[in-house]
């Protein structure tokens, strides 16, 4: 038994609509795969001023293992720099590579 096409394709955007709506906010489990993505990113980044363990602080770089930033708040220094870091907005491009980073290094904290 066929299923009429205009049904078919009414179907097909439907669920396509479902999902994009239910994959718009991140949950905890999707901020803790990009760790992986976010110590790569970390890493070629950030460890020549903070270290790999985050405490090296060259140049006056902040101590990320004693540091009490929430995420938003890494997030937004990641964005526009602070002090003598710049910006790292244009070189990590996307927001998810930005969110990576920022929940990697809140792994980071004692």
Same mark, same amino acid.
Not at 73 to 99: H, Q, T, V, W
């Given at each position: 038994?066929?299923?009429?096409?205009?049904?078919?394709?009414?179907?097909?955007?439907?669920?396509?609509?479902?999902?994009?709506?239910?994959?718009?906010?991140?949950?905890?489990?999707?901020?803790?795969?990009?760790?992986?993505?976010?110590?790569?990113?970390?890493?070629?980044?950030?460890?020549?001023?903070?270290?790999?363990?985050?405490?090296?602080?060259?140049?006056?770089?902040?101590?990320?293992?004693?540091?009490?930033?929430?995420?938003? /708040?890494?997030?937004?220094?990641?964005?526009?720099?602070?002090?003598?870091?710049?910006?790292?907005?244009?070189?990590?491009?996307?927001?998810?590579?930005?969110?990576?980073?920022?929940?990697?290094?809140?792994?980071?904290? /004692?």
């Amino acid at each position: 038994m066929a299923i009429p096409s205009k049904f078919g394709w009414g179907l097909v955007l439907m669920t396509s609509f479902y999902v994009a709506c239910n994959e718009s906010n991140p949950t905890v489990e999707t901020s803790k795969t990009s760790l992986p993505l976010g110590q790569e990113l970390y890493s070629l980044h950030c460890a020549s001023c903070h270290g790999e363990s985050g405490d090296l602080g060259l140049s006056g770089a902040k101590n990320l293992k004693t540091s009490a930033l929430t995420i938003s /708040e890494i997030k937004a220094i990641i964005k526009s720099g602070k002090n003598g870091m710049p910006s790292f907005r244009a070189i990590l491009g996307a927001a998810a590579n930005i969110d990576s980073v920022a929940n990697y290094v809140s792994t980071l904290h /004692e």
